[in-house]
């Protein structure tokens, strides 16, 4: 049955090994090695397409959050839920504004941006690492201020919204520095080798 699901389902049966593995670095290496012999791609991670775990999407597989290290479920969890709530997150204020700030920390932040996890908003790797503080500091202002009512001008967004994250534009890392910082956050290298 295993190898029938493997030969007919190839993308659905890597992403449930991958995920059946996810703990385990060395046996996700070698499962990516096979997807990709099996012409497979594994995408990296995503705040807008991955879930919990590994998971199909068309015949590839999405990288799925809980593989990333120092991302717990609970964080996880509560991304899910906001994506669920607001939709896709079309930029870095949209996620901060949905993200519940008692299930995520500075350092789940740090690991998704390592990663690339926010590569699809525009931002480099480069530009939001040194943010994070400044991001996690404004979900908690936009959680307070949804908590107490306070709109900003004609009803819209919280006060300060416009301009508030202040991400620089940075060029991006250099491809070593990048890897390094995947193999950090993942155990592997996703976007190179």
């Known amino acids: 049955q295993t190898a029938w699901i493997k030969k007919h389902l190839p993308a659905e049966f890597f992403a449930a090994l991958l995920t059946i593995e996810s703990s385990n670095t060395d046996k996700v290496l ?14 990296p991670p995503d705040v807008n397409e991955s879930a919990l775990k590994f998971t199909v999407v068309g015949d590839k597989v999405r990288f799925g959050l809980t593989a990333v290290k120092g991302v717990g479920q609970s964080a996880v969890e509560a991304i ?6 607001c939709g896709s997150f079309e930029s870095l204020d949209d996620f901060v504004g949905a993200i519940d700030v008692t ?6 932040i740090e690991a998704l941006v ?9 931002y480099s790797r480069a530009s939001l690492l040194p943010c994070a503080d400044r991001l996690l500091e404004a979900a908690r202002q936009k959680t307070r201020d949804r908590e107490s009512g306070q709109v900003g001008l004609f009803g ?9 994250l202040n991400v620089p534009q940075l060029a991006e890392w250099p491809e070593r520095e990048r890897l390094e910082k995947e193999k950090e956050a993942l155990g592997l290298y996703i976007t190179g080798h």
């Open 30 to 43: 070698l499962y990516m090695d096979d997807a990709r012999k099996h012409d497979i791609e594994v995408l």
């Open 80 to 85: 899910l839920e906001a994506r669920t709530q």
């Open 103 to 108: 299930r995520v920390n500075k350092g789940v």
């Open 114 to 122: 390592k990663c690339g996890a926010f590569d699809s908003m525009g």
């Open 156 to 164: 819209v967004g919280s006060a300060g919204d416009a301009g508030q």
